[in-house]
T-cell receptor, first 111, second 113 residues
Framework: GESVGLHLPTLSVQEGDNSIINCAYS??????FIWYKQESGKGPQFIID?????DKRQGQRVTVLLNKTVKHLSLQIAATQPGDSAVYFC??????????FGTGTQLKVEL | DADVTQTPRNRITKTGKRIMLECSQT?????MYWYRQDPGLGLRLIYY???????NKGEISDGYSVSRQAQAKFSLSLESAIPNQTALYFC????????????FGPGTRLTVL
């Protein structure tokens, strides 16, 4: 079957720096790509999504980039803060409401 | 004021026991999901329901069953628990048409001895 995966299991950044979390996907039929944030002891929380017909979408301090040519998704966090420390999951939706999640990247923000 | 609640939050049980995990939501969403999370494997879908009379198997439904008693309640049962069902379980909800934005409960940590 097709899968969603992440390039780096752990990413450490200095407070104030920008963070980039990457994800590779293999299902060309997915219509939405999504990023979720999971803080310790909590359930995942929706951050931002991007539709498959777009290549960039910006939110508050976050930007998601989609490169369909190489099937790559990234999440950029500007001016990373200690509160950004969490596990970040990419996910894809193949139509309907079912999501396939990646394995997650741990983001650690160093003071 | 949690919108999606799960009970219990932690549970330790023995092999062969029947156990039920419950999920309730006050968001008014019609779609509900059960996921399992294991270290290094991300979240995997167990069952999902689009309405009270609708039940669908997910990626890893073997050994599990569900019941959608009302729009606001979705329970997950392990008929005869086994140690490899030790995991973190999450319930989630979504609105029809925006299924990629799911709202997760706080999780239930289940340990099967």
């Amino acid at each position: 079957g097709e899968s969603v995966g992440l390039h780096l299991p752990t990413l450490s950044v200095q407070e104030g720096d920008n963070s980039i979390i990457n994800c590779a996907y293999s299902n060309s039929a997915s219509d939405y790509f999504i990023w979720y944030k999971q803080e310790s002891g909590k359930g995942p929380q929706f951050i931002i999504d991007i539709r498959s017909n777009m290549d960039k979408r910006q939110g508050q301090r976050v930007t998601v980039l989609l490169n369909k040519t190489v099937k790559h998704l990234s999440l950029q966090i500007a001016a990373t803060q200690p509160g950004d420390s969490a596990v970040y999951f990419c996910a894809e939706r193949e139509g309907g409401n079912k999501l396939t999640f990646g394995t997650g990247t741990q983001l650690k923000v160093e003071l | 004021d949690a919108d999606v609640t799960q009970t219990p939050r932690n549970r330790i049980t023995k092999t062969g026991k029947r156990i039920m995990l419950e999920c309730s939501q006050t968001k008014g969403h019609d779609r509900m999901y059960w996921y399992r999370q294991d270290p290094g494997l991300g979240l995997r879908l167990i069952y999902y329901s689009f309405d009270v009379k609708d039940i669908n198997k997910g990626e890893i439904s073997d050994g599990y069953s569900v019941s959608r008693q009302a729009q606001a309640k979705f329970s997950l049962s392990l008929e005869s628990a086994i140690p490899n069902q030790t995991a973190l379980y999450f319930c989630a909800t979504s609105v029809r048409g925006i299924g990629h934005e799911q709202f997760f409960g706080p999780g239930t940590r289940l340990t099967v001895l």
